[in-house]
């Protein structure tokens, strides 16, 4: 009955994605000064979901031709913004942060229903 509740898994993910947002937001703000440096992000949770059920990965090293799909998938974003060639703004770094702390805590919701759900399910039989 019990054996596959795919809602808390999907929560993990979740919140597993949002803290790696907001580490690639926190490493773009440590190198804001950095001449050349090229501010990262990751696509957004349902892009990166959707883009997992239709890309399979190599569970081993001969399977796939020996093919390992990635976990945290990052890619540049904006053009250089200052003279000295970087691309990171402040401001867009700190809505990066306010998004994944909202996403996060979507997330943990979406796990507490879930876990109260699951209780009411289980003291009712």
Do not use: C, W
């Not at 898994?9 to 949002?18: G, L």
């Not at 950095?34 to 990166?48: E, V």
């Amino acid at each position: 009955m019990f054996s596959n509740l795919d809602v808390f898994s999907t929560a993990m993910s979740m919140a597993r994605h949002a803290g790696h947002k907001q580490a690639l937001s926190a490493q773009n703000i440590a190198n804001a000064d950095t001449p050349g440096y090229r501010a990262r992000d990751l696509p957004d949770f349902a892009t990166t979901v959707q883009n997992r059920l239709m890309d399979q990965r190599a569970t081993r090293e001969t399977h796939m031709n020996g093919s390992r799909g990635s976990l945290v998938v990052s890619e540049t974003r904006r053009e250089a913004q200052d003279p000295n060639g970087n691309t990171v703004s402040l401001e867009l770094e700190m809505i990066e942060a306010v998004e994944a702390k909202r996403q996060n805590d979507r997330a943990m919701a979406i796990y507490r229903n879930a876990m109260t759900l699951l209780r009411t399910a289980v003291s009712r039989t």
